[in-house]
C-alpha cells in the first residue's frame, strides 16, 4: 500500500533521517514509535508533502509520489491527522468535515454563488455525507455545535471524521491520543480498529505504548533518525535494542 524507500532528511547541517526504508500493507494498522526526536513527525511530513525529502522515495500503490503536495495526495485518497489538532474554530462541527469533502466537489464559485440547481443538490449530498461520518465517529450530535468550543477530545475525534470523509485507502495519524484520558484512549482504539475495518490501511505516530502494542499488527521503531527495528508487537517487546534505545543499556 506505501513504501518508503531510502528517506533521507537533512536540515541544514542536522540530519533528522538516514535511509529509512519500510512498506505498509494494505489493511494493517502499524505503528511507527520511537524516543522523542527519532524523526517520526519528520517522516510523517515527508510522506504526506508537507517536506521535500533530501533522498529516497515514496510510493503509494506502487506509484512515486515524492513531492506530490498534500492536495493531490488526498485525490489520490491519502490523508494525516496532526498531533496538534488543526480545525476551523469558528466553523461548525458539521461544516468542518464537509470542508473534508472538497475533493468530491465539482461545483464552481460561480454555480455556488447563483445557486444553481446542481450546486444545490451537491450541497445537500456533500451535508449528508458529512453527517454520516459525523455518525461513525459519536459526533453527530455535536453538528451544530462551534468547533472552537469543543473539548479536546472531541476535538481529536472531529479531526478524524473528517480526514474519514476524504473516503481515504489510508490514513497517517499523528499522535492521536495525546491529550486524551484513558476513557477516551479506549475509545479512539475501538474507532482505529473500525476504520480499519472499513477497508483503510491505518499508519499511527503515538507514545502510548499500551495502545500501539493493542491495535497494530505491525510496528517500526525509529532512533535518531535511522530505523531500529520492524516486526510484530511482541517481537518489538521482545527486542534488545529496542529496549536500549527506550531505557538505556546497562553495558
Known amino acids: 500500500m506505501l513504501e518508503v524507500s531510502g528517506i533521507t532528511q537533512i536540515f541544514g547541517g542536522v540530519t533528522a533521517l538516514e535511509q529509512v526504508s519500510f512498506s505498509i500493507t494494505k489493511g494493517d494498522i502499524t505503528g511507527v514509535i520511537g524516543p522523542n526526536g527519532a524523526g517520526k513527525t519528520t517522516l510523517f511530513n515527508i510522506i504526506t508533502g508537507i517536506y521535500r525529502q533530501t533522498a529516497g522515495t515514496v510510493f503509494l500503490e506502487g506509484r512515486d509520489v515524492s513531492g506530490f503536495p498534500p492536495e493531490k495526495l488526498?485525490?489520490?485518497?491519502?490523508?494525516?491527522t496532526f498531533?496538534?489538532?488543526?480545525?476551523?474554530?469558528?466553523m461548525t462541527v458539521l461544516e468542518n468535515v464537509m470542508v473534508g469533502m472538497h475533493t468530491k466537489s465539482s461545483s464552481g464559485l460561480l454555480a455556488c454563488a447563483l445557486k444553481m440547481p446542481w450546486s444545490i443538490s451537491e450541497e445537500r449530498r456533500i451535508r449528508a455525507g458529512a453527517m454520516k461520518w459525523l455518525e461513525f465517529t459519536?459526533?453527530?450530535?455535536?453538528a451544530d455545535t462551534t468547533a472552537g468550543n469543543l473539548p479536546f477530545g472531541k476535538g481529536r475525534l472531529l479531526e478524524i471524521a473528517r480526514a474519514l470523509a476524504v473516503e481515504p485507502r489510508i490514513m497517517l495519524m499523528d499522535e492521536p491520543a495525546a491529550g486524551l484520558n484513558s476513557q477516551e484512549t479506549l475509545g479512539l482504539a475501538v474507532l482505529i480498529k473500525q476504520i480499519r475495518d472499513l477497508g483503510v490501511t491505518v499508519v499511527l505516530v503515538e507514545h502510548d505504548m499500551e495502545l500501539v502494542m493493542d491495535i497494530c499488527d505491525r510496528i517500526v521503531v525509529l532512533n535518531l533518525g535511522r530505523k531500529l527495528a520492524e516486526g510484530t508487537p511482541r517481537e518489538i517487546q521482545e527486542s534488545h535494542e529496542v529496549i536500549a534505545a527506550y531505557l538505556g543499556d546497562d553495558d
Do not use: C, K, P, Y
Not at 488526498?74 to 494525516?80: E, I, N, S, W
Not at 459519536?138 to 455535536?142: D, F, R
Open 138 to 142: 459519536g459526533m453527530a450530535e455535536l
Open 83 to 90: 498531533q496538534n489538532i488543526e480545525l476551523f474554530s469558528g
Open 74 to 80: 488526498a485525490r489520490l485518497a491519502m490523508v494525516r
